[in-house]
């Protein structure tokens, strides 16, 4: 597993493409559901999360945007309407790439920590690969 791309996928019926969905992101690209459900579970284990977007892939949970971007991506595979994936990521900007800052893998192993906790405890979850 590498250390910064952490990845976990997964198949369950509980998350439906929404409608109007995929004008927000790409055709046959979901994943709303999903990143709605992350955010309550995580608001619930007192994470904050400023929002959620869409993105051409599918949707991220906006954990934070300093002292760098932090969020998780999540979305469907291959066109699939059952098949998941959530993903950590973080992104330091220009500057920071540069003349160097706060370094993010304690973050995003903490928020991938969370992810371990709430995947399982998807309804209907099977076939799950962590990564």
Known sequence: ???????????TDFFKP????EEQTNPGCYGQALALWLRDQLVSRGVS???VLPEDFGWVVLV???????????????GSTT???????????LRQRIFGGPD?????????SHVQVLVPT??????????
């Open 104 to 112: 993010p893998s304690a973050a995003v192993q903490e928020l991938w």
């Open 18 to 21: 929404l409608p109007g969905e």
């Open 1 to 11: 597993m590498g250390a910064m791309n952490p990845q976990v996928t997964f198949e």
């Open 49 to 51: 999360v400023e929002e």
């Open 122 to 131: 998807i309804p209907g979850l099977r076939v799950v690969t962590w990564q």
């Open 64 to 78: 934070t945007r300093q002292p760098f971007l932090l969020w998780l991506g999540c979305g469907n595979t291959d």
């Open 83 to 93: 098949e998941w994936i959530i993903f950590p990521h973080a992104e330091r900007s």
